[in-house]
């Protein structure tokens, strides 16, 4: 009996993985138009880049009637509660920029990633 139940089990974690949902479209960025992707933008102020509340691997930046969004590249993405330090070369965020993050209450580092270019979303 022992055997049977090790063979079903060897048997069931050969099953194919399942497929991973897709994240869900970008509340912020519905109903905008994505403009001409721009290699920099400008860091302003009071401003911050923060993960887009319904996908992980996009990160946003500004508010209002523009909004930058930056795509990462497939397989990096970060939590919504996440810490994102970036460490940009200049005075701009810019494509190639490395960005890491940090869970706030453990202090653990987590995933690390490079921005890609930023598009402009407008209403």
């Known amino acids: 009996m022992k055997k049977r139940a090790a063979f079903l089990f060897l048997l069931g974690s050969c099953a194919a993985p399942q497929p ?3 994240p869900k479209p970008s509340v912020e ?4 138009t994505a403009g001409a992707p721009q290699r920099c933008i400008p860091i302003e102020r009071d401003e911050g880049l923060r993960v887009d509340s319904n ?23 970060f939590n919504s509660g996440d ?24 202090r653990f580092p987590g995933p690390s990633c490079i921005l890609s270019e930023f598009v402009p979303y407008t209403r």
Not at 62 to 71: F, I, L, Q, S, T
């Open 20 to 22: 991973v949902s897709a």
């Open 29 to 32: 960025l519905a109903g905008r």
């Open 55 to 77: 996908d992980r691997g996009i990160l946003l930046y500004g508010r209002g009637k523009r909004v930058w969004a930056n795509h990462l590249a497939p397989g990096c993405g």
């Open 83 to 106: 810490v994102l330090i970036v460490q940009p070369i200049g005075s701009d965020y810019c494509r190639r920029d490395f960005v890491r993050s940090v869970d706030p209450v453990s």
